[in-house]
């Protein structure tokens, strides 16, 4: 049932790091008060440490404390992150972008003038540093145990109280799951990574500019245009376009493609060998890869839905071709797995819409079951009117197709209407655990109102391609779309949260050397020696459906994956 634990819990204990390398400590009751006295110890690793019977570490920010740890080898099994809770409490309580800081909790309890947040900061490449430190807002320890005391409060007067208080452990579980990944690094090898770079792009030229290839193609795109074109500048482009009587009016592939010029083929190859030697090639593997192992710094619910972006290094935008780099060490594989049709399964799970569960719960291919309930055996026209009905394409064939969707799994289509009706109505709309979409950031002259985006730069810090929480100018009814995807996507993130929790549990209870190295929205990969391959397949699989029980409750909903063992990432797709 939503609220469950994956594992009994013992003694919860709040620690403060002090200057100078110490800890303050004190045991923790139920109501999130102090049960006994502070204890003042002289080194924060060996504080946490000697006390491995403690079933949660409470402290200020995992990103303060558990790098230290890590670094002493020194693992702990669960943690309550204050600053990350206090993010979704505020988010849930309609406060959203609210400094989310400790001392700024306790100054909102004592009407107190609220200090901002520290800024965010571009990663260090080699760097392990956290995206908010070192420069955190200072708190004394009885603060901080009185905020925590504060938020237990505030937990229940959340509107699914168990629900919100497994999204704070599940989001903290995340950021334990976070700092482990960057510690253990992706396996990477520089030696192939460059014959990569030099087979696609060719020999770099003394003194900068751009590769062989890229040259070539250079003076192919200019020839054709009979004028130098700089292939990188848009504008040039354009420009180039237009004084050969074409008008573009931008320069992605697909528009280019409709495009009859000779210049058209090169400068396509040009734009695909660009962005890989910009975003991967010799100096992005001079800055991110050290001793064979590539170390983004991850951030747990970096984006409004709750998905994770990374600091730096474009780790959640590895192509394909690239990813030839990723190879496990010697005597040891890559166990990659992927969430199978994840979203229109968590659909199946929060609208609790029969026919759809029923659906989810079979072996084999959703899309191909919705095919023959709904669509003649059209699996095509199957997927498209679900993903119609999460992402809001209802003109057109998407509007027939979900009435023929609305038909057969009425209540499903109905959770995803109302999400967007409250969106345009600017409420406020939740994921199943109870992650918030903020509300519109203010609505100008003509009715339109700030939308949170997901994939769009609009007053948002760009993060590795990525954008954290942030508005865009559009009307209510885009404001829909997002909301009708947001309840979906977020409650997979949410999901997502709870089988890495699992999983990274399961392993250490296994007594396995495996590590989680990678994550991406559905997407998992584990280093491990060979001889553990098939246990953790196994781990992955279980792990998928322990999270869809705790999250959801005992449904028919499966959530399979499909894994592969290997020793280079590329050769799992």
Request: hydrophobic share 40%; charged share 25%; with cysteine.
């Amino acid at each position: 049932m939503p609220g469950a634990r994956l594992a009994p819990m013992s003694e919860r204990w709040a620690v403060a790091a002090t200057d100078g390398g110490g800890a303050l400590l004190v045991p923790l009751g139920r109501d999130g008060r102090p049960a006994g006295d502070v204890l003042k110890e002289p080194d924060l690793v060996t504080a946490v440490g000697s006390r491995p019977g403690v079933g949660r570490w409470v402290w200020r920010s995992t990103a303060e404390i558990y790098p230290r740890l890590l670094d002493a080898g020194v693992r702990v099994e669960r943690c309550y992150d204050v600053e990350d809770a206090e993010s979704l409490l505020l988010g849930h309580e309609g406060r959203h972008g609210e400094p989310r800081s400790a001392a700024a909790a306790w100054a909102r309890l004592h009407d107190r003038p609220v200090p901002p947040d520290p800024p965010q900061r571009a990663a260090e490449p080699g760097s392990q540093s956290s995206l908010f430190e070192p420069q955190p807002v200072p708190v004394p320890f009885e603060d901080l145990l009185e905020v925590y005391a504060d938020q237990q409060r505030r937990h229940g007067a959340a509107e699914h109280p168990d629900r919100m208080r497994l999204l704070t452990a599940a989001e903290s579980a995340g950021m334990l799951v976070a700092a482990e990944m960057n510690g253990a690094g992706l396996p990477w090898r520089a030696d192939v990574h460059r014959a990569v770079l030099e087979e696609l792009l060719g020999e770099r030229y003394a003194g900068g500019g751009d590769p062989r290839r890229m040259a070539e193609l250079t003076d192919e795109i200019s020839a054709a245009f009979g004028r130098r074109v700089r292939p990188e500048l848009p504008a040039d482009v354009i420009r180039a376009f237009a004084q050969a009587g074409i008008k573009v009016r931008s320069t992605r592939r697909w528009e280019l493609a409709e495009v009859d010029h000779p210049a058209v083929e090169p400068l396509i190859a040009y734009k695909k060998l660009y962005r890989i030697h910009t975003a991967h090639g010799w100096g992005w593997l001079q800055d991110w890869v050290r001793a064979g192992r590539f170390r983004p710094q991850y951030l747990p619910g970096g984006t409004i839905t709750g998905r994770w972006v990374t600091n730096g290094g474009g780790a959640l935008q590895i192509p394909k071709v690239i990813r030839r780099a990723v190879i496990a060490d010697e005597g040891w594989r890559l166990v990659v797995a992927d969430a199978d049709q994840m979203e229109p399964r968590v659909l199946a799970a929060i609208s609790r819409d029969p026919g759809l569960m029923e659906v989810a719960g079979q072996p084999g291919d959703l899309y191909k079951a919705v095919s023959d309930r709904a669509f003649s055996g059209d699996r095509e026209k199957a997927k498209l009117a679900v993903l119609g009905a999460v992402y809001g394409q209802t003109s057109g064939d998407g509007l027939k197709n979900l009435a023929a969707l609305r038909r057969r799994f009425p209540r499903a289509v109905a959770y995803v209407d109302d999400a967007a009706r409250a969106g345009e109505e600017m409420r406020l709309v939740r994921t199943w655990l109870g992650r918030t979409c903020p509300p519109a950031a203010g609505a100008g002259e003509d009715g339109e109102a700030g939308i949170p985006q997901e994939d769009g730069p609009s007053r948002q810090q760009e993060v590795d391609g990525e954008f954290t929480p942030g508005y865009a100018s559009t009307n209510a009814r885009a404001r829909g779309r997002f909301t009708r995807n947001f309840v979906v996507q977020g409650s997979a993130a949410d999901w997502a949260l709870l089988m890495m929790a699992a999983l990274r549990q399961s392993l250490r209870a296994a007594g396995l050397r495996a590590e989680l190295v990678f994550f991406q929205h559905d997407e998992v990969i584990v280093h491990c020696p060979a001889e553990e391959a098939p246990a953790v397949a196994e781990a992955i699989r279980a792990a998928g459906e322990l999270a869809g029980r705790i999250a959801f409750g005992e449904t028919p909903v499966r959530f399979p994956f499909t894994t592969a063992v290997v020793e280079c990432y590329a050769d799992a797709k």
